[in-house]
């Protein structure tokens, strides 16, 4: 650097620019005016700045930005909880890039909504107005309490679901609505059973069945006008598989766990099967699917099996996630 107080640059368009050297500190006394604002680079309008294909990007935004937001109970009540948003719109192939930050503010100013999937259309129209995008989605994630009474005993614990709201809206305006929902059970081998009892009455051999802790993650797709709970997908949930995970127990409520395990065996494959008979009755939902981890006691890998309702262009069974099944 030379001592004189100017110093030579070169703009990002390559033009030579003369200005005042720089000074390394942070001047904490500095207001920009309205002007000044006015006068600051938008790197959103450099057409001639984009770089690679000049091709439209289907998804571009923020993940992960985390604020507390307010979710309606069943009840009427509010809950507010941790919630991780992923927001992003479409990019048409003449523009450099989206104000991530307009996003983030959309979710601020609506940050006192109770929230649910039909709330989520609001949030996605500002963000195709904001972002002059044809396209836009929003996924919100966190973990919902519900009260949770034990089986004989009536202790209560707080049970804690993985929970997924999202919303899209197409380049047509056509708004969809979504939620995933994280079910924990144990699963008793009814293979395992039989041999067991085999082994007993062939031998009077004492042998213990084994069962594991498993795991269903159901995603549901609404209908239009529809209102479904997050209650009511757990609801759903237990009325299928039965044999839901236990937060407080006592002896008594051990035993009748284990009596229900005895009484509700199931493989992989009977629990996709209980969970679609189930979903399939609730016109609310008209496409599904669920996906079952069964996180085996007797061999060192899982097992697994994904099912959809077969709506034609819907969802399909392609899904490959299984370590996020791992609970």
Do not use: W
Not at 257 to 277: H, I, M, P, S
Not at 287 to 294: G, W, Y
């Amino acid at each position: 650097m030379t001592s004189t107080s100017k110093i030579t640059r070169r703009s990002r368009r390559g033009r030579k620019v003369q200005g005042p050297v720089p000074r390394r500190r942070y001047d904490e006394a500095f207001v920009p005016g309205k002007a000044y604002v006015a006068s600051l680079p938008d790197m959103m309008e450099a057409q001639d700045e984009i770089q690679g294909a000049r091709v439209g990007i289907q998804q571009v935004g923020v993940a992960n930005f985390r604020l507390p937001l307010g979710y309606r109970t069943a009840t009427g009540g509010t809950v507010v909880l941790e919630t991780s948003v992923t927001g992003t719109v479409s990019l048409a192939a003449d523009r450099k890039g989206i104000n991530m930050s307009r996003i983030l503010r959309s979710f601020y100013e609506a940050r006192d909504e109770h929230f649910a999937p039909e709330i989520l259309r609001k949030v996605l129209i500002k963000f195709r107005k904001r972002l002059e995008s044809k396209a836009a989605r929003v996924r919100l994630s966190f973990s919902y309490p519900m009260k949770r009474p034990s089986l004989r005993s009536r202790l209560e614990g707080c049970q804690y679901y993985a929970v997924v709201f999202e919303g899209r809206i197409d380049s047509d305006g056509r708004f969809r609505k979504f939620v995933e929902f994280d079910f924990v059970y144990s699963s008793a081998c009814p293979c395992s059973v039989g041999l067991s009892e085999h082994a007993q009455g062939a031998r009077s051999a004492y042998a213990i069945p084994h069962s594991q802790r498993s795991k269903a993650r159901i995603r549901v797709e609404l209908a239009p006008r529809s209102k479904l709970t997050i209650e009511d997908l757990h609801a759903h949930c237990l009325a299928a598989l039965k044999t839901e995970t236990q937060v407080m127990v006592k002896r008594e409520d051990e035993q009748a766990f284990a009596e229900l395990n005895g009484a509700q065996t199931k493989f992989v494959e009977d629990a996709v099967r209980l969970l679609y008979a189930e979903l399939q009755r609730d016109t609310r939902i008209i496409d599904f699917q669920v996906a079952c981890a069964h996180l085996e006691s007797l061999h060192s890998h899982d097992a697994v099996s994904v099912i959809c309702k077969g709506v034609r262009g819907g969802m399909t069974a392609d899904f490959s996630d299984f370590q996020s099944l791992v609970c």
